[in-house]
């Protein structure tokens, strides 16, 4: 008993002295901001993120890809369908849990069907999650990286406006990331709350992506612990109270799901989460790449902060040390990911933004400890990350317009260049800490400001992007109910359609991969043969929406008839009668 009572003791000296050393990793090197500059900082910690995240939630269409059909389901589930099993046009669609589509629907149900509302869930669950970085940084001690990883959150470009497009990845982010850092915040205090927390929220996020949040967030710890070299933290992990927790959470809809849709457990389970993994999901409507594949994604995900990744970097002549726990913990929470992520066969440009709250909150406390003096290389990540950002101001939107050119680019380029040049000078000539503070602000108020052109660029793309103008050519073009038929293409092509329509529209002779499954499960009228399409045309008039390219190949399946064309970029809509 002695024995006992004596390791459990060196245990709890163990454990305090960790967190001890983990607690001043975030410990500021600096003194605390006055009352005047600390207001200033929670105003850009608060209203920065709040713009770069919500504004423009209207500002241009629902977008015909994976947008489309989630705001979709999200519709249907208001419209009557089920919220066990999604229904996508009118047919089963179980390749994600739920989670997104319930929430989207809430947010539809509470403000009205349109897009704004749609995207508000992505937009606020990384609004949340940037406050979650700020709030936890200063719970930790160190005001000033909470700060800096809000603001860089809320300010890389991609991430915001990948925040403003309805897909499973912003909230998953989110949800992953409140579960990581309540572990960590359990792990560094032994609060049992953080620790029932984060089951909650893993659960969430199980509930949203599937299984690949278990093993991102058991990887993710189970490296961390590695790193620390603690044999007693992997004990932890099976506390009872909190996988009862994660059962009950993340269990229940898949069972059932499992008792009321045919076919769910191969699909899901099987097809989803390992075939995917492997590249031999079916059918295949997924990207490839090589192992290298996210590492210019990376650094493109996090501009115009991508420069300020060198300060991560081993100082040249520093004392070999080991990084302090929560430092450990960012480490693992970048490399799990992008292993994990390079490993799979399935990729996609968004995947890896799991990965950033960990990098974040990582350059945050660097950039923290950074500033007590002025720095060369801070001078030069500043104004290359300041250049960037102007840049953005006038390349991004162009870029999305088609309009930039080599030499247009050369130019933009150079102009970066002799920013970077004397904002390197700049930087330098600052003596207080609040001025470089104030300096590093200001490439996030820039950035921020880029989101407005850009917005506005894509609007300019929606007549290419989304069936909104289709949905009004046939708005103004009254025919039956039940007379609009898409022709083969849905998904990249006119998922949005059912959306702006409001009902679902039936396919003829569908190629959608997505619907596969749904088609073959209960097809109702939602997937048609070319056969019922002209039993349908013989009944009365019908609009027949296609892309253009498909007129021909169209008119000879519909055989002899006249036929009015409107089109919109290049999409057609063909009116005909019996």
């Known amino acids: 008993m002695f024995r006992k009572l004596f390791s459990r003791a060196v245990a709890a000296s163990q454990w305090w002295r960790a967190r001890a050393v ?57 419209d009557g369908g089920s919220y066990v099993v999604p229904h996508l046009n009118g047919v089963p669609y179980i390749e994600k849990p739920p989670l997104l589509y319930w929430l989207c629907a809430l947010s539809m149900h509470l403000l009205g069907p349109t897009p704004a509302a749609a995207r508000l869930v992505s937009a606020g669950a990384m609004l949340l999650l940037s406050l979650g970085l700020f709030q936890f940084c200063r719970l930790h001690g160190n005001f000033r990286a909470g700060v800096f990883a809000a603001a860089g959150m809320a300010s890389a470009l991609p991430v915001a406006v990948v925040s403003h497009v309805v897909l499973f990845d912003p909230l998953l982010t989110a949800l992953l990331g409140g579960s990581l850092l309540c572990y960590l915040h359990s792990y560094l205090t032994r609060s049992r709350r953080a620790w029932l927390a984060a089951a909650v929220f893993l659960g969430l996020a199980i509930m949203e992506k599937g299984g690949v949040a278990l093993v991102l967030a058991g990887g993710t710890v189970g490296t961390f612990l590695l790193l620390m070299r603690d044999g007693g933290g992997w004990r932890r992990l099976f506390d009872r109270t909190a996988v009862l927790v994660l059962l009950a959470v993340a269990g229940t809809w898949h069972v059932l799901a499992s008792g009321m849709q045919p076919g769910f457990a191969h699909f899901y389970f099987i097809n989803e989460h390992v075939l995917r993994f492997l590249g031999q999901r079916l059918p295949d409507d997924y990207h490839h790449g090589p192992l290298w594949f996210y590492l210019p994604r990376l650094l493109l995900m996090l501009a115009p902060w991508t420069p300020f990744l060198l300060l991560l970097l081993p100082r040249r002549g520093a004392r070999a040390q080991a990084p302090p726990a929560i430092v450990r913990f960012c480490q693992a929470a970048v490399a799990f990911p992008l292993l994990f992520f390079s490993l799979c066969a399935a990729k996609a440009d968004y995947y890896l933004m799991v990965a950033l709250p960990g990098l974040l909150l990582w350059l945050g406390i660097e950039l923290s400890q950074r500033l007590a003096a002025p720095d060369r290389l801070l001078a030069w990540c500043w104004a290359v990350s300041l250049g960037l950002a102007a840049l ?35 930087f330098l000539r600052l003596r207080s800490v609040a001025a470089r503070e104030l300096a590093l602000l200001g490439v996030a108020v820039l950035a921020g400001a880029a989101l407005v052109p850009l917005f506005h660029a894509a609007d300019a793309r929606s007549a290419r992007d989304s069936s909104v103008y289709v949905a ?107």
Not at 53 to 63: H, I, V
């Open 472 to 578: 009004r050519i046939l708005g103004a073009n009254p025919v039956p109910d039940g007379a609009v038929f898409i022709y083969r293409d849905f998904e990249d092509m006119f998922s949005t359609l059912p959306f702006y329509l409001g009902r679902t529209v039936p396919i003829i002779d569908s190629a959608s991969r997505d619907l596969q499954f749904g088609c073959r499960r209960d097809s109702g009228s939602a997937c048609i043969s070319a056969a019922q399409f002209l039993q349908a045309r013989a009944r009365g008039p019908v609009a027949v929406v296609l892309q253009a390219s498909r007129a021909p190949e169209f008119l000879a399946m519909a055989g002899p008839g006249r036929w009015r064309a409107e089109w919109v970029g290049g999409k057609m809509v063909l009116f005909g009668g019996p």
């Open 392 to 426: 953005a101001m006038f390349a991004a939107p162009a870029a999305m317009g088609g309009d930039i050119t080599p030499p247009l680019l050369l130019v933009l380029l150079a102009a970066v260049g002799a920013l970077a040049l004397g904002g390197h000078s700049l």
């Open 22 to 78: 983990a607690t001043a990793a975030l410990a500021p090197p600096v003194a605390l901001p006055g009352v005047g500059a600390a207001g200033l900082y929670l105003v850009a910690v608060l209203v920065l993120p709040a713009f770069c995240f919500l504004y423009g939630l209207d500002a241009f269409p629902l977008r015909d890809n994976n947008e489309g059909l989630y705001a979709e389901i999200a519709r249907e589930m208001l």
